[in-house]
């Protein structure tokens, strides 16, 4: 399998800074620097990912998950480390790109799902707008040819296509995930994040949703990185598993592993409270 | 015996530490055992001697404590499971060894020919194929055919064991691990898996397994590896 991310020594700090954020900060600690009061919401986070495999990040409530992704996907700009993509034998350097290099990266080669539809999508236009919004920024400008395309979406992420016309305000929030997928899929991007996508929905339409995302990954060799504080969904959908707490990596493996055999006092704590 | 072995381990070690009861759990200590080609090497001792340990350990589903567990690749190369990277193993967990636990996790709402299947749709085999062996095996380990398209997940006991162990006889990985795969089957049931077992022998196939009947013992082992309850020191040998 060829590598398709790298990231080393990512850190994400909100606020001014000073010398002590790092070294008075971390998992036996708070994530606030008590020099400075800024957040070290993540700090010396490395990995890397595969195609087609499916990392899972856990963690708690402030670990710094999101933050991960986010940076990755230029939602937030990383205050220091490295992460190169490949793609089609180019390696880009993710923090060093500039905007219209990021925007066409986002747009066309990375999928996001966040956990609140209306960060992924615009509930002013239909459920097809918005994939055919997607297609248009990817450069297609073809009426029929993206009209057929996000029916086929919704088709494969199990919306009605004769809803296509409806604004996402109509769909309940299951709904609402699959169009965030449809619409994160338009451009069969090699690498997509999920950000909590099941969090919060009923779990008949979690379970389906979950089926869905392993489809998608048997299907089209999709690799992904999935965010969630649910161990179930991490023991179905990852193949290796990270764990943070206050901003840093404590643990990191295969995910039985991390659920049969965990190392580290915080892990087995979470283990243990899950059973 | 000349053929080389596919698996050694050395010195194997295996213990817990539980930090919140502040406690270090001895399981397996100091295994040294080979499994070969064609052949199955049988693991017994009492309870809690740790020999699920040792096959967690090999799949990495346990982190080794200490020792070396040297396999020999298909493309000749001699890896150590016990330091490989995470990658490698899941490479190898793809296309060369295969796991029955003693509780497998299903994936739910998943069709019990598709979870027999799995594996093999994950080594790329063409998915009409793959069911077709899938269900060749669960015929030959005579699970009901009305149950066949059905989730394991409320099968009795005995059903999803044959589930299981269908599952990691029909991907005919290079290393077979088995963990009490008879443990909840009648008598004649058992018997179809001795012969599935002899059957992957044949193939060529490597296996290590854990049993609890010493007469399987003797139908199917060609080396025994003891080990003996807590921390004390084990011997190999021939039957
Ligand atoms: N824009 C921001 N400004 C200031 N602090 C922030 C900002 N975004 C995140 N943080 C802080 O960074 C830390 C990590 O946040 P992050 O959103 O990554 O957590 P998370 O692990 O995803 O948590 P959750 O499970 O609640 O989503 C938190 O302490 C959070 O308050
Ligand atoms: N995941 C685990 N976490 C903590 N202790 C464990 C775990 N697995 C096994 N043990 C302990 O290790 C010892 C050996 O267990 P095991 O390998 O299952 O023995 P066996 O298969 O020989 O019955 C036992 O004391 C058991 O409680
Ligand atoms: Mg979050
Ligand atoms: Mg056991
Ligand atoms: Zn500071």
Request: charged share 20%.
């Amino acid at each position: 399998m060829k590598k398709i991310l790298e990231v080393n020594s990512f850190s994400k700090v909100y606020g001014s800074g000073c010398d002590c954020c790092f070294a008075e900060t971390g998992p036996e600690r708070t994530n606030i620097c008590p020099g400075c009061g800024s957040v070290v919401a993540a700090h010396d986070v490395s990995f890397s990912l595969h195609q087609g495999e499916i990392l899972g990040i856990m963690g708690e409530s402030g670990s710094g998950k999101s933050t991960v992704v986010k940076s990755l996907f230029f939602d937030e700009p990383a205050s220091w480390g490295q992460a190169s993509f490949y793609d089609n034998g180019s390696r880009y350097d993710l923090f060093e790109l500039n905007r219209a290099q990021q925007r066409q990266l986002r747009s066309q080669r990375f999928g996001m799902v966040y956990q609140n539809p209306h960060l992924g999508l615009n509930f002013a236009i239909s459920a097809g707008g918005n994939i055919a919004e997607r297609l248009l920024v990817a450069g297609d400008s073809h009426y029929q040819r993206i009209r057929s395309r996000a029916q086929d979406l919704l088709q494969r992420t199990e919306v009605l296509p004769e809803r296509m016309d409806e604004i996402p305000r109509n769909f309940s929030g299951g709904m609402q995930q699959r169009v965030q997928i449809a619409k994160a899929l338009a451009t069969d991007p090699p690498l997509l994040f999920l950000d909590e996508v099941t969090t919060g929905l009923d779990l008949s339409v979690q379970a389906a949703i979950l089926d869905l995302i392993l489809e998608i990954q048997h299907e089209l060799q999709t690799a992904m990185i999935v965010v969630t504080h649910d161990l179930g969904v991490i023991r179905l959908l990852a193949d290796r598993t990270l764990v943070m707490k206050y901003g840093r990596i404590i643990e990191a493996g295969l995910t039985d592993q991390i659920l049969e055999d965990p190392q580290h006092a915080y892990t087995q704590r979470l283990v243990a409270s899950a059973l | 015996m000349t053929v080389a072995p596919i698996l050694r381990l050395e010195n194997f070690c295996k213990n817990f530490a539980l930090h919140e009861q502040d406690k270090v759990i001895p399981s397996s200590a100091q295994v040294n055992l080979s499994v070969y080609p064609g052949r199955l090497t049988a693991l017994i001792g009492p309870t809690g001697s740790g020999k699920s340990s040792v096959l967690n350990g090999i799949y990495r589903t346990y982190l080794t404590s200490s020792g070396r567990i040297l396999y020999r690749c298909a493309a000749g190369e001699e890896i150590d499971l016990a330091r490989a990277d995470d990658h490698d193993i899941l490479a190898l967990r793809r296309s060369e060894i295969g796991f029955v636990t003693q509780f497998l996790h299903f994936l739910p709402r998943q069709k019990t020919e598709d979870v027999v299947a799995q594996p093999l749709y994950q080594q790329g085999v063409d998915k009409e194929e793959a069911r077709a062996r899938a269900r060749a095996t669960l015929e030959a380990l005579n699970l009901p055919r009305r149950l066949w398209s059905l989730s394991p997940t409320t099968f009795s006991g005995g059903e999803k064991q044959r589930v299981n162990l269908a599952r990691g006889l029909t991907a005919r990985p290079r290393l077979l691990l088995l963990d009490e795969p008879t443990a909840s089957l009648d008598p004649r049931t058992c018997q179809r898996v001795v012969a599935q077992i002899k059957s992957l022998k044949k193939a060529n196939i490597a296996m290590l397994a854990i049993f609890h009947q010493m007469d399987l013992v003797k139908q199917l082992a060609d080396e025994v590896v003891e080990l003996s309850p807590a921390a004390e020191g084990v011997m190999g040998g021939q039957p």
